[in-house]
């Protein structure tokens, strides 16, 4: 399993570049043990800021996480259980869209392919290929769904994943999520 994400880097300018980063669940997995190791360890830093229930992350001693695959049951930390990590997952891109600000993003598989449809902020779609962790291949010509309005992240496939419905301020569009003929 995977996790694939969209993000967004504004330059001077005001030009805005993004990519797309996928993440093994291991890697996540990873990431988010060390933070509740840090947690157990007493590291304040890692209790997230954002909650106002007096969460602590208290020295808990003699205590390390061990492999288990459910995080959820690791070790019962009570309040310290809200954990927002100071560790991040990393990645390399997959894939980067200079000057192009992408604003969702819908995988399917097939027989042999992850395939993601993006959507842009000027109203385009994209399609790319899933090669692997560190490698995504743009395929197709980018298809106008509505010119200068922003595609909006609810993205849903009809029920036979043969269309896809985009949506944008001003309208939704019915896509076809193959393009064979271009064969």
Request: include cysteine; charge should be negative.
């Amino acid at each position: 399993y995977v996790l694939v994400a969209l993000f967004q880097k504004e330059k001077l300018g005001g030009q805005i570049d993004s990519a797309v980063c996928i993440y093994s669940m291991l890697d996540i997995q990873n990431a988010m043990k060390e933070n509740i190791q840090l947690c157990i360890n007493g590291n304040q830093s890692v209790k997230g800021s954002n909650f106002w229930d007096g969460a602590q992350c208290e020295r808990q001693p003699d205590s390390n996480i061990v492999p288990e695959p459910n995080l959820c049951n690791l070790i019962p930390l009570g309040k310290s259980s809200r954990v927002a990590g100071i560790v991040p997952a990393t990645s390399t891109p997959s894939i980067v869209f200079p000057n192009t600000a992408l604003t969702s993003l819908t995988l399917t598989t097939t027989t042999s392919f992850t395939v993601g449809f993006l959507g842009t902020a000027n109203g385009r779609m994209k399609k790319i290929v899933l090669a692997s962790q560190n490698v995504s291949k743009e395929y197709d010509h980018d298809l106008v769904v509505d010119d200068g309005s922003k595609i909006n992240q609810d993205t849903v496939y009809d029920q036979d994943t043969r269309m896809l419905y985009l949506t944008s301020q001003r309208l939704v569009a019915k896509v076809p999520v193959e393009n064979c003929g271009q064969y």
